[in-house]
RNA sequence: CAAGCAGGUUAGGCAAUCGCUCCUCAUAGAUUUUGGUUUAUGGGGGGAGGAAAGUCCGAACACCCUCCCGGGGCGAAAGCCAAGGGAUAAAAAAGUAGAGGGUAAUACCCUUCGUCCGCAAGGAUCGAGGUGCGAACAGAGACGCUCUGAGGCGAAAGCCGAAGAGAUCCCGAACCGCAAGGUUUGGGAUAGAUUCAUAGAAAUAUGGAUUGUGAAACGGCUAAAUCCUUACUGGGCGCAAGAGCAACCCGCCCAAAUUUUUGUUCUUAACGUAACUUUAGGAACAAAAAUUUGGGCGGGAAAAAGUAGCUCGCUUGAGCCCCGCGAGUAAUUGCGGGGCCAGACAAAUGAUUGCCUCGUUCCGCAUUUUUGCGGAACCAGACAGAAUUCGGCUUAUUACCUGCUUGGUUU
RNA sequence: UGCGGGAUCGUCUAACGGUAGGACGCAUCCCUCUGGAGGAUGUUAUCUAGGUUCGAAUCCUAGUCCCGCAG
């Protein structure tokens, strides 16, 4: 699990990314970003209810895409808030896979200059 | 061995690295609510289920409505107000239904009676009293026509019903019309085809039987799943209930500042005077009003708008599990002992690995079959994630165990 | 989390427990030199599974899917 500084929770917030952030597709993928005023990056996580019927299905990627973004932190560029939209298809990909994904979208961002995760 | 019926258990373990959340302790820091609040680091401890699910029921708890009791207060009295407690009685609405029991309560559970289903083990969302719908086809005939109603039966709902009126059908008469037909009027019928017995002088009444049609045939069937009554149960609304704080708004009070007005005192200038007076300006004090800021107290009814700010409710409760001794056929329950109990708030309980068993699939050998042994692959694999809390029900689903029934085969 | 509503031809909708109707579509034909308009004929449906009933779109139970509300 994140830590609470590196979590974007408020509606606000987050309607307000949706609103002037930059997207980015790589296959299932989306990525919102925009800039903040903090020194840290934030992300949040949405799962929607097409990818998979169950709650357990759901926490599983959402958990797993947590942990590779822990993992990724110290290679991002600071000062972003991040919303990753998932779309159907997702559930069959184990942690690899999604780290693959994920790993490439950072990249065509421009948010991480090493390619490692 | 096969098919089936009933009941029960289980829902992996150990370890490594990196993390999240709650509680607690220590250290360091911040801050005038200072044995408080809060931040960081470290140590210790806790952290999903049998269904957490569906939301189909029931309750706890909270608020509202209705009603009852009511400490106390006011009043000469009648009576009025009212903290708080409650659901005995009433209203309304919703539900329940063989009998008895269990429970906080239920549409749940247990025992038992009857009925139905099943060869059986067993099973059923069957069960108060009454009334009532029953098309089409088939059939002689399909719930039996409507209204008033003396009288009778019944606890009630309601039922039976002499007689009369209307309606429909059949038979007839008169009139109109070329005719189809129409109007008026008289009689009969409106549960019954055939047959038997009894009573009777008879009309008829009562009781029984029958072919065929059909789901159902003058005697029943069918209401939790379209009605009424009786008996029983207060009702509504759900933790996004509800409460507090902050903030905001309104009112009042206090303090300070500014402005304006008035009054008093002092002073400057001007006209005039012996002098007071008068006019204009300034300073100080007092009073009033307005505005702003700060503090305190009280309130926020209705409507509209904004903000999903903080805290409580919030997790130990009708608790759950195990053992022993009792009550009971059982569900359940009494006493004693022991153990266990998550509390987040865009929402934790995880991620990546290694090993071990449990399993699954395939192959080979032995065996009549079941099965056993060996090897290989997959390697905890199914359903599935707390959100106020419990008790049921239903649905989804992994691996197994026990008892019983029927049938087959072998001895 | 709690509460509530719905599912009928391709689409929008009706229907006391008793033959599932209508509109717009679609297909064919007529009309016209052709198309449109008009006319005629036809086509296609009760979310799924059980139950109650002589009989279910309707009533009951369970499931699937869709939608709404809350301060």
Redesign the pocket.
Known sequence: ????TN??????E?DSVFGRGKSVKEGNLTLKAAKNQLDSVRF?FVVS??VS?????R??IK??MR?IS?AALPYLKPGYDLIFIVAPGFGKL???GIAEIMEKTFLRAGLMTAGKI
């Not at 699990?1 to 609470?4: G, V």
């Not at 979590?7 to 606000?12: H, I, Y």
């Open positions: 699990m994140l830590q609470k979590r974007l929770c408020k509606k606000k987050i949040c209810k097409r019927k169950t709650a357990v299905g926490n599983l958990r797993r942990e822990k184990d942690y690899r």
